[in-house]
Structures are given as C-alpha cells and as structure tokens.
C-alpha cells in the first residue's frame, strides 16, 4: 500500500502543477459564460464545462510545445483533438463511477497525509503551508473541495485499475519460448562455390537460347517511363566572355577575403579546467609521477574527451593561455596556466600551420568567382527579357538561335542523372512536366536558367531484344551458372552425408561455432541462417546465393543456456508481456465500463466551449 500511495502523490503532483500552469499560462483566454455547467454526464459523474475547456486547452498546448508553432483550434479539430480529449474524459469518468459504486476511495487521513506531501503546497521551512495550498488552489481556478475530491476520483481508479491488473500474468511458457528461440545456437561448417569453382565452364549461348531467354522473362529488360523533353540551358559559363574584371576588384576582393588568404598558425586543443590552483597543480603532478593519462583526468571529473575539446584555435583564443600552449609539441600537456575559467590543463593534439596566400596565387580563384558572380547576375537581368519572349510565343529553338543558351534533348527518367538532368532543380521540374504546360525559364542551383517543353511520353516497356542483347547475355549467362553451381553441389552432397570431409571434396570450408539466428556472415546468402536453423544436426544444405552456391553441413544444435543474459531477458521479457497483457485486459474492461455507464454527451454545451478558443 505504500508503494501505491507513492505513486498516487506523484500522480497528484502532476496533476497539480498543470492545472497550475494552465491557471497561471492564460486560460482566461477560454472565458466561458452563463448557465452550462457540463458537458455530459456519465453513470452519475459530471464532465463539467471547465475541466473540458482545460483538458483540450493542455493538450493543444503539448503539441505547440512539441511542433514549436501555434496550433489554431480549426486545426486542432481537424485532427479529432477535440474528440480525443473527451473520449478519454468519458472513460475517465465512467471509471470514477464504477469505483463509486464498488466503494473504492481512501479514507480522509490518507487524502491528508497526500496532501501535505506534496512540494508544491509545502512553506519554506518545508511544513504544509496552508495558505500555500489556498492560493495555489485558487489560482488554478480550484476550491479545496474540488481538488480533494479529485484526488480522492483519482485514487479510486488506481485502486480500481490495480485490481484488475494486479493478477494478470502472461504464461511463463511464452517467454520462454521467445527467450530459446532468441538463445539457441547452430554450429555447421560451409564451403561457397562460384563460377572459378566450375568444373567446366559455361558455353556460349546460341541466338535461339538468347531469344528464347528473352521471351521467358521479358519483365527483366524493361525500359522505363520516360519524357521526351526539349529545353534550353545558359549558365555563368555561357557569358564568361562577356564579363570583365578589374585589377581593382581584384585586390579589393583579396582584402575582404584576407581572413581566407592570411591565417596565423592554429592548435588543435583539449582545455581541462579546474576550480582551484592547488587541484590543477595535484592533476599536474600526477601525470608526472603517478603515470596518469590526460583521458584519466577528464574522466575522473565526470567529463569526457568531447566536454573539453576546443577544436582549432589561434594564440589569442587561449589569452594568457596561448604562448604557453603554442610553444608546446604535439601531445604535450601543458599547465596548469591561468584563464577566465579557472586554472586548466591544456592537451595540444595537432598543429595547423600558417597560411599566407599572396595576391598573385589567390588571383585566378578570385577572377573565377568575380567573374562567375557577375555572369550570374547578366543572367538574371537578361532572364527577364527571356521570359518575356516565350509569354510572346517564342520557341525553345528560336531563343536558342537569337541568344547564348543552349539547345538540347533528354529522354528524362526517374534514373536520370546525366547533363541537365544532374541538376535537382531540372529533375524537379522534368517530373512535374505535363503537355499542357509552356516553356517558361526556371533557375537552377549554380544560377543557370532554363525552359523545357514537353514532346511526348512513353510508358515502362520492354527494351527491343536487340538493344538488350548485352543485358539479356550476363543475365543468361548468371542463370547457367547458378544452375551449373546448384548441379554441382548436389552431386558433392552424398559424399558428405555418407562422412567425407569437405578437404577431400577439394571444398575450402569455413566453420561456425554457436551462431544466434541473427547473426550475420560476410559473402553468405542472406537466408543461410533461416536454413540452419531449419535444419537437424548432420544435414547437409544446398543454398543458392548471388552468383554462388553453399553447401553446409549442420554439425551441432545448442539450446539456450541459463546464463545471467538470458535470465535477465527472460525477467525483463516476462515483465513486459505481464504489463502489455494487463493493459489489453484494462481497456477491454474500461470499454465494457464506459458501455454501462452510458453517457450522455450535450453537443450544444461542447460547442459553446469550441467558441471560446482563439
């Protein structure tokens, strides 16, 4: 019972404080009027108008909080917030009903002792304040009598739900069985035959066999739906010719950018700080004479090596710290020193020499990005005009003669990742692309423009035989080796069954020693592991592969052991199943008590609250 009543307070404690923030976070903005009390009845319990309007309001505000954007109640309607909250109301109150009705509810010495309990009522000498309790109460927009009875309510359905599912409990032979299916271990041997494994190699196939491969599986060479698209491309490139830069720009560009060009050495650097000399003095000492590590330190602080990295920094980022640390080597510590934080420790890790890019080496990346800049801006200037054009009735190919973009084809797929179709802004716009649009210029990410025009469209097809002969051979070719490789290790498989090693067999073998299911095996078919388990010990396995074949030989079944892992997964599994169960036999129960309680909803009362939200 203690525990219960541990759990109850802090059931109320929560309770309380969001009927506090609700109080205090503006519920005045649902100001309700005039005589409506409630909005429905369950059994002989009330849903009164306020604790619906300050559910809802909660709610609304726990996904702000969450979507950090402001929820309007239209929206909030149209996800069924509003029939949520008073779903769980009705159970919530068709639950407080049965209680009543079977007595459930504690007694006024333990709703004192609750009461008392909670932090938020308790003065600063940590006693019960009772004006505390007053005030608290009444900015909530409660009286004491309101909340007792609350959380008397309350601690009737914990009584409740715990009766029901006290006594549940799922059969331990279903945890088990999970637990041994997830325990038990294969030990087998394996050898993977590939195509140099073959004892002759495949023949060349003929034209017939070619043909007749392609009709049997035509669904292999499909061509997929495609766009035939004209369109139209200048980029900063196209007028590069057309631009000019000055010296003078040059350098000027070089002095904003000297940061860039010009950057004094750098270190990169762990800081340790400590809250007094004589602690960073003693961690100093021990990494001279006791054989400490610098990571030994961090971790001893409850601090790990990501807390103290600084990443790269110059001398005057370290202050009094930085010639002390820049006349240190690589792997050195240094200090203790001081700085604004204290005295530290300082761990030097790498050392990023200095730059000094003159003029005449950063001048051809400057004239580049000038350059590039303003044929990007040319290009937006004369977009304009080309657009203008195309609203005239201009055609792709007439603005392609009379300026410098370029005309081209594409035959655009979802695959299409080649030329134009490189671009995400192209194939954006090639997948939108219908026949009733006109060409109108788009930019793309690098300030290239753009239009398109849609010739036609075919649909997934099969590529002719001829333009997949080369993909119907290495697909025929694939088939004959698999089938040569399955043959072949079929006809090894009675001399293992009948004992032979897989040496003898001239088979490289690999062995595996008490796998779980889930284990994973580099260069094994992926449902090697399923067949293993499927299988008894001395069984020998054909499995096909990617381009090889296994064959296996099951040499040892395992069951799960009694270790302190598995004990654990079986404690925490039949916890879990115990819980879930409990829960699914609650809401079958709560559901049946919702039934008899029958409640009555006034739609009219529940509308006048909906009006009150912004």
Known sequence: MKAKGNSLTKTAVWMLMGLLILGLGGFGAVNLSGNVRTVGTVG???????????????????????????????????????????QRLVRLRALDNEADQMGLSIGDENLRERIVEIPAFQGINGGFDREGYRFALQQSGLTEAEFEVSLREEAGRTLLQNAITGGVAMPDAYARTLVDYVGAKRSFTWAALNEVDLSEPVPAPTDAQLQTYYDENTDQFMLPASKSITYVLMTPGDLLDEVEVSDADLQKAYEDRAAEYIQPERRLVERLVFGDQASADQAAAALEVNGTTFEALVLDRGLTLEDVDMGDVAAQDLGAAGDAVFTGDVNDVVGPVPTNLGPALFRINGVLPSLNTTFEEARPALQQDLAGDRAIRQIEVRARDLDDQLAGGATLEQLAEESKMTLGHIDWTQNSDEDIAAYAGFREAAAALTADDFPKIDQLEDGSVFAMRLDGTLDERANPFDDARADVVAAWTADQVSLALHAQAEALKPELENGADFESLALTPTVQTDLTRDALINGAPADMMTAVFDAAIGDILVIDGDNSVVILRVDAIADPQESTQNQQLLTQLSAQLDQQLGQDVFTIYASDVVRRAGPMVDQQAINAVHVNFP
Request: charged share 25%; hydrophobic share 35%; no cysteine.
């Open 44 to 86: 002989d319990k009330e849903i009164s108008v306020d604790n619906y309007a300050r559910e809802l309001q909660q709610q609304i505000r726990t996904i702000e909080s969450q979507t950090g954007e402001t929820m309007p109640f239209q929206q909030a309607q149209a996800i069924g917030l509003d029939r949520a909250v008073l």
